[in-house]
C-alpha cells in the first residue's frame, strides 16, 4: 500500500458526461501528479499540484481541469466525456525535496 | 528531447534466468532515473532508481545499470520468479528544489512473464 487513496476505482458513464476523480496524497506529501495511462499511449503526464498551486502541465485536455485543495487531497475534473477518454487514471505524491513519486491504485473511467 | 525509449516491448524468460531490460533518453537535464512494477489491476510501484552520479545500483535480485555518456540505462532481474512477472516501466526525471521530484516521461513499458 503506497499510502495514496484514489476514488472511486471503477467509473462507467456516458459520452458527454463529467466526472471528478478524486486523489488523497501520503500524509505530508504537498506534491500531487495525475498520470492517465492507456493502452496505446503508456503513462502520460497530465498536470502537478504542489501545496495548492499547479507546478506543471502536460498534455492535458482543455475539456480536463485539477485543483488541489487546502487539506492537499485534489480532484481531477473530467468533462464532455468521449469514448477515448476511457482509460487509468493515476494519481502520485511525492514528499518536499524528494524524487520518490507513490503512484495510488488508479481509477478505471469508462467511457460508454 | 522528452522522450524515454524502452525495449523491449514483451519479454519471455525461464525462472532462474536474467531478465533485462534497456532504457535510453536524450534531455541530459534527467537527473533521476526511476524503474517502476505495475501488476494488472495495481498502480505502479517504485522498485529501484538510480541518479547520474553512480553507474550502478544493486536492491537485492534488481540492478540498474546507467551509462552516462551513453544516455542509456538499464534494469537486469537476477533469478528471475514467476511472481516477477509483471510490466515494468522506466522513467526519467528532473529534480527540482522545494517541490519534489519534476514530471516523470515514462518509457511505454515491458511485459514481463517468467516462466515456472
Known amino acids: 500500500d503506497s499510502g495514496v487513496t484514489q476514488t472511486p476505482k471503477h467509473l462507467i458513464t456516458a459520452t458527454g458526461q463529467r466526472v471528478t476523480l478524486r486523489c488523497s496524497p501520503r500524509s505530508g506529501d504537498l506534491s500531487v501528479y495525475w498520470y492517465q495511462q492507456s493502452l496505446d499511449q503508456g503513462l502520460q503526464f497530465l498536470i502537478q499540484y504542489y501545496n495548492g498551486e499547479e507546478r506543471a502541465k502536460g498534455n492535458i485536455l482543455e475539456r480536463f481541469s485539477a485543483q488541489q485543495f487546502p487539506d492537499l487531497h485534489s480532484e481531477l475534473n473530467l468533462s464532455s466525456l468521449e469514448l477515448g477518454d476511457s482509460a487509468l487514471y493515476f494519481c502520485?505524491?511525492?514528499?518536499?525535496?524528494?524524487?520518490?513519486?507513490?503512484f495510488g491504485q488508479g481509477t478505471r473511467l469508462t467511457v460508454v | 528531447q522528452q522522450q524515454v525509449k524502452q525495449s523491449p516491448q514483451s519479454l519471455i524468460v525461464q525462472k532462474g534466468g536474467i531478465s533485462i531490460i534497456n532504457c535510453a533518453y536524450e534531455?541530459?537535464?534527467?537527473?533521476?532515473f526511476p524503474w517502476y512494477q505495475q501488476f494488472p489491476g495495481k498502480g505502479p510501484a517504485l522498485l529501484i532508481a538510480i541518479r547520474p552520479d553512480v553507474s550502478e545500483k544493486k536492491e537485492g535480485r534488481f540492478t540498474i545499470s546507467f551509462n552516462k555518456s551513453a544516455k542509456q540505462f538499464s534494469l537486469h532481474i537476477m533469478d528471475s520468479q514467476p511472481g516477477d512477472s509483471a510490466t515494468y516501466f522506466c522513467?526519467?526525471?528532473?529534480?527540482?528544489?522545494?517541490?519534489?521530484?519534476?514530471?516523470?516521461?515514462f518509457g511505454t513499458g515491458t511485459r514481463l512473464k517468467v516462466l515456472a
Open positions: 522513467a526519467a526525471s528532473m529534480s527540482r528544489r522545494g517541490s519534489g521530484t519534476y514530471k516523470y516521461i
Open positions: 534531455n541530459t537535464a534527467f537527473d533521476y
Open positions: 502520485a505524491s511525492s514528499p518536499i525535496d524528494s524524487l520518490e513519486a507513490f
